[in-house]
């Protein structure tokens, strides 16, 4: 069987290809060029929709191709974080009459989240990102402490290459009584360290131009947020069309139906890409995250100036973190969803820590006799 042509170097652009103007032989990433070196008759393309049965990808705009996944990913105990994600690169192979994925390709960015259930593993949200767009809605989705968490989690996952970009997108700018410019006041702290939140009207194009600095030829960005929030009204504005079903939401609590049932890439004229996602009840941390870039690097910093290394912050002498509350400069609710993240963060990394020992003896299943040292929340 001869190899099939690689696709132009626009074509693969134009999805997202993380090496612009370079050719799939050109592509000097050492882990990218071994994978490729090792399937020579495989050609790449990116996930656009995961589904329980397979995967969907694409070679071009527009070309969508239905691919099995490698057998492994269908073990019962294979780690769900190292299957294929929306966003993913794979390298993909026609083996008549199907084609199948044979190779991951090393991601650049993720968006995860420890997934529900008793044992611990990860949830890849989204991966390959630039810029993670956190919607909010400016109606009683409105909700500082969500938005702190998601980006907790936004910057969680990061690689050696850097972490997505979180830019917190408040919608319905547009609806009477809401109240665009109380709420980015209550987002003070976060713009104070370099966190940008703008507000929207999400059907108006003229307003969602706002967002175009992050959707430029070979960008990516992920919508988040809680269902009824306007991501799928959003991403119809961005395309120019009615392409994602849209709900009303419930008066009493502006929550919507989940109008996007899967997450999918889709390529805007701006030559970007955009992934929307299903509304998101369920945040949990994965134990990697650091609590600085969840927006609490004040609190983060308060806490080296505390007396003692191991300061919870309760009634310690020389707190430099309750001074902060008493002096009025450290809003409560603030310092509350830090702890509570704190502590979260504190419990995954142990259950992280867990696993990873059990993956290196799987015949014992032994937990860690010591917990790890880190530097989420304290000194070393």
Not at 6 to 29: N, R, S, Y
Not at 38 to 62: D, F, K, M, T
Not at 149 to 173: C, E, F, I, Q
Not at 306 to 320: L, N, Q, S
Request: glycine share 8%.
């Amino acid at each position: 069987m001869t190899a099939a042509a690689p696709a132009p170097v626009p074509v693969l652009d134009a999805i997202g290809w993380p090496f612009p103007g370079q050719a799939v032989h050109e592509v000097a990433d050492p882990d990218w060029a071994a994978a490729i070196a090792a399937n020579p008759q495989a050609r790449p393309a990116r996930v656009i929709e995961q589904h329980r049965s397979g995967y969907v990808v694409a070679e071009a705009p527009g070309h969508a191709l239905s691919v099995e996944s490698p057998p492994e990913w269908m073990r019962r105990r294979f780690p769900s974080q190292d299957r294929a994600a929306v966003g993913d690169w794979v390298l993909i192979e026609d083996q008549p009459p199907r084609t199948q994925i044979v190779a991951l390709m090393a991601r650049r960015s993720t968006i995860k989240r420890a997934a529900a259930g008793e044992h611990y593993q990860q949830q890849v949200i989204a991966a390959n990102i630039d810029t993670v767009f956190v919607v909010c809605g400016l109606d009683a989705d409105f909700n500082p402490r969500r938005i702190e968490r998601y980006l907790l989690l936004v910057r969680g996952g990061g690689t050696a290459h850097g972490s997505p970009n979180p830019v917190v997108v408040l919608t319905k700018a547009d609806v009477e009584g809401n109240d665009a410019e109380a709420s980015l006041a209550a987002l003070a702290e976060l713009a104070a360290q370099g966190i940008v939140a703008v507000a929207v009207n999400a059907r108006d194009r003229a307003s969602v131009a706002a967002l175009d600095p992050w959707l430029g030829p070979g960008r990516t960005a992920v919508l988040v947020g809680s269902s009824g929030a306007g991501k799928s009204t959003l991403t119809n504005t961005l395309l120019g069309v009615e392409k994602m079903k849209t709900n009303a939401v419930r008066e009493n609590d502006a929550r919507g139906r989940h109008t996007t049932t899967f997450r999918t890439l889709l390529p805007l004229p701006s030559g970007g890409c955009l992934i929307d996602t299903p509304g998101m009840r369920e945040l949990k941390p994965t134990g990697e995250e650091h609590l600085a870039d969840g927006g609490f690097a004040d609190i983060e910093t308060l806490t080296g100036e505390c007396k003692f290394r191991d300061c919870h912050h309760a009634r310690e002498p020389g707190c430099a973190v309750r001074a902060a509350l008493e002096a009025g400069t450290l809003d409560p609710a603030r310092l509350a969803n830090y702890l509570k993240l704190r502590d979260e963060v504190a419990t995954a990394a142990d259950k992280l820590a867990t696993r990873l020992v059990q993956n290196a003896n799987p015949k014992t299943g032994s937990k860690p006799r010591h917990k790890p040292s880190d530097d989420r929340y304290g000194k070393e």
